[in-house]
Structures are given as structure tokens and as C-alpha cells.
């Protein structure tokens, strides 16, 4: 089941939390003593950052894919540190991102160092709005699992926030690449808590088995390994990466919005539940794809009143982080999330590399 670490750093006693947290996803991604080591480092300094420089925020650390998948390989887990705050945001990133640059009574890590310690590092700060850090520790180095191909010029990255800060959340997302095809799905179990992650674990695993087939007929596959479950809204998308072609499928109240060039569209789930209330008919939706499009996909704990903005459609961010300020800007800490809330996004890789 998705296991998340949310830890509320409201006070020092938090930052040991976070370090633990981060020992505990390093074990369960099988990362060795050194990478484990990182990890912890990582989520320390960051959680220490949010009470110095933000007065607290919210650390989420997962295990998850790697951004970019090579064709013909198992997707080797990561240890994902984020960071969310709401606090006055980086006046200067350039130095803050100095190696070195640290402040009284921390580990002297710093950003600087923290981006050179993890496999992959993006940040997205706003004067008055927040800061928001994604960081991967991987058990080995990215670039040696990154495959050619127009596949590889996709990226994709989420963050998962249990509701309550329960242990596990009851929404899941994976991405599979099956040579130039690659599918993100959301799952969304019904209601939350452990039942509701079983549900959403089984549309994980069913996804893994068959990375090869269309979105409807994946749907389909995953109606049939939900069955005995509570059942799940799931979204399903597709990029043809050679043709430049999105196929979407969704059943349930996943949300997904693409933006093409700056303009977002809708695209539309039918009503049911995969499991248990399946549509007899399932429509895939179809879009050109291009290195301008960002596909955005959320659970229902996104607040409905959630509206994109320029930051969501930068094609630059790491996806995982644009899932990050996506979740930071649709709450608040008056107006939190009212379910276990994911937000999963597909981008195109900059030219010169994730």
C-alpha cells in the first residue's frame, strides 16, 4: 500500500521526525547505508529550512518511480523529500542554491549541497506565496537508467498527502513505459484509510502487469483486479511518444486538465466506479501531444475551486513539483485538504535533461 510520511514542522522536535521518516523510506527502497545517509541529511536540512526561513510547513516523503523510465528495465524506487510552505518565499534562489550557503544552527548542508547530493533537485519559490522542494535519492544515479528514444523525453512526478496524516493514503499513482508508449494512471480508492489504499494498490499493480495496453482497455483490465475491493476512481493516459499522440480514459471524479500551450482543457471521466459500478462503455479521449503540453491529473481532495495557473503549465519544473505548488496553491493552513489528496503530472524533459 502507499505508505506517506506527512510530518507537520511546526517546532525542532518535528525535524528529528523527518529524519526518521526518511530512514524509514530509504529501508523500504532498498537504499544502502550511504544512500540512506543522503536521505536523512536531505530531509533534515529541509525540514530545518521550513522552521528557520518559512515559520513551518509540511515535509511528505514517499518512495517513488524515477522521473524518467528507461525502456526494458524495472523502475527503480527513490526516496522523494518535498517540501511545502506558505511562508514569505526566496528573495534570491541563485544564492540560496550556492553551494555553502547555510544559516545559524544548521547542518551547514544548505540548499546548494542538498541539490548536490540528490539524484534530482528543483525548487519553485514566490516572494509572499511559499516555496515548495522536491528532492530524489535514488539507489543509483538517474542518468545511468535514462534510455534514448522519444519515451525518454517524457517525465512524470506526483505528491501524495494522506488525509488526517494517516499512514497510508488511499490514493496511488504509477507511470509504466512499454518502448515509445507510457501511461500515468491515478487511482482514488473509495472513501480512505487502509481499504481505500488496498483498492488503490491493486490498480498499481495491475498497471505494472500491462504497460502495453490502451487506456480503455487498461480500465478494463483494472475493473477486473479491483473486483472484491471497495473500489476506485481512476484515470488513465497515454502518450504515443513517436506519433505525438494523448489517449485518455476515466472513470470516477479524478480530474484531468492539459495544458496546450498555455490553455488548459478539461478532460472528461465517465461517472462509476472501477471495481464495482464500471461503465458498460468506456471513450478514449484523444489529443495531439507536444513539448509545450503539461497533463495534470488529481484526486478529489484537490478543493473543486482549484483553478491552474502559469506556474502548474511550466514545461521546465520538475512534475513532481509542479504537483507540490498545485497542492499549495488550491489550500491553505485555514483551508486544508479534505481527503487524501494526489496530484500526478506528465511534462515533457528539457532539452538539455531532467
Not at 478543493?303 to 503549465?313: A, F, I, L
Request: charged share 20%.
Amino acid at each position: 500500500m502507499p505508505r506517506v510520511w506527512d510530518v507537520p514542522v511546526r517546532d525542532s522536535t518535528r525535524v528529528r521526525d523527518a529524519r526518521v521518516a526518511a530512514e524509514q523510506a530509504a529501508a523500504l527502497a532498498g537504499l544502502d547505508e550511504q544512500r540512506t545517509s543522503t536521505a536523512a541529511l536531505v530531509a533534515t536540512e529541509l525540514a530545518t529550512n521550513l522552521l528557520k526561513h518559512a515559520g513551518g510547513g509540511q515535509v511528505l516523503i514517499d518512495v517513488v518511480p524515477p522521473p524518467v523510465l528507461a525502456a526494458g528495465r524495472e523502475a527503480v524506487p527513490c526516496v522523494q523529500v518535498a517540501t511545502v510552505d506558505h511562508g514569505p518565499g526566496i528573495a534570491d534562489v541563485s544564492a540560496a542554491l550556492r553551494d555553502g550557503f547555510t544559516t545559524t544552527n544548521s547542518l551547514g548542508a544548505g540548499l546548494g549541497t542538498c541539490a548536490r547530493l540528490a539524484d534530482d533537485f528543483d525548487l519553485h519559490s514566490v516572494p509572499g506565496r511559499g516555496t515548495v522542494v522536491v528532492a530524489r535519492i535514488g539507489a543509483v544515479p538517474e542518468a545511468a537508467v535514462t534510455g534514448p528514444g522519444p519515451a525518454g523525453r517524457v517525465r512524470a512526478g506526483a505528491v501524495n498527502v494522506p488525509f488526517g496524516g494517516a499512514e497510508y493514503s488511499g490514493d496511488a499513482w504509477a507511470w509504466v513505459r512499454d518502448g515509445d508508449l507510457v501511461t500515468l494512471m491515478l487511482a482514488d480508492g473509495l472513501g480512505h484509510g487502509p481499504d481505500a489504499a488496498r483498492a488503490s494498490t491493486a490498480a498499481v499493480e495491475a498497471l505494472r502487469a500491462s504497460p502495453h495496453l490502451p487506456p480503455a482497455e487498461a480500465v478494463r483490465r483494472l475493473d477486473r483486479a479491483l473486483s472484491g475491493t471497495r473500489g476506485a476512481a481512476v484515470a488513465v493516459a497515454q502518450i504515443d511518444t513517436r506519433a505525438g499522440v494523448l489517449r485518455f480514459t476515466g472513470v470516477g471524479n479524478i480530474g484531468a486538465r492539459l495544458c496546450e500551450g498555455g490553455t488548459w482543457r478539461h478532460l472528461v471521466s465517465r461517472p462509476g466506479i472501477v471495481g464495482t459500478h464500471r461503465p458498460t462503455t468506456l471513450r478514449e479521449e484523444e489529443r495531439p501531444w507536444a513539448d509545450d503540453r503539461v497533463l495534470v491529473l488529481h484526486s478529489d481532495g484537490l478543493p473543486s475551486r482549484w483553478s491552474p495557473t502559469s506556474d502548474t503549465c511550466r514545461t521546465a519544473a520538475d512534475p513532481a513539483v509542479t504537483a507540490a505548488v498545485t497542492i499549495r496553491d488550491a489550500s491553505s493552513p485555514a483551508r486544508p485538504v479534505r481527503d487524501d489528496t494526489a496530484v500526478a503530472v506528465l511534462a515533457p524533459t528539457p532539452p538539455d535533461g531532467p
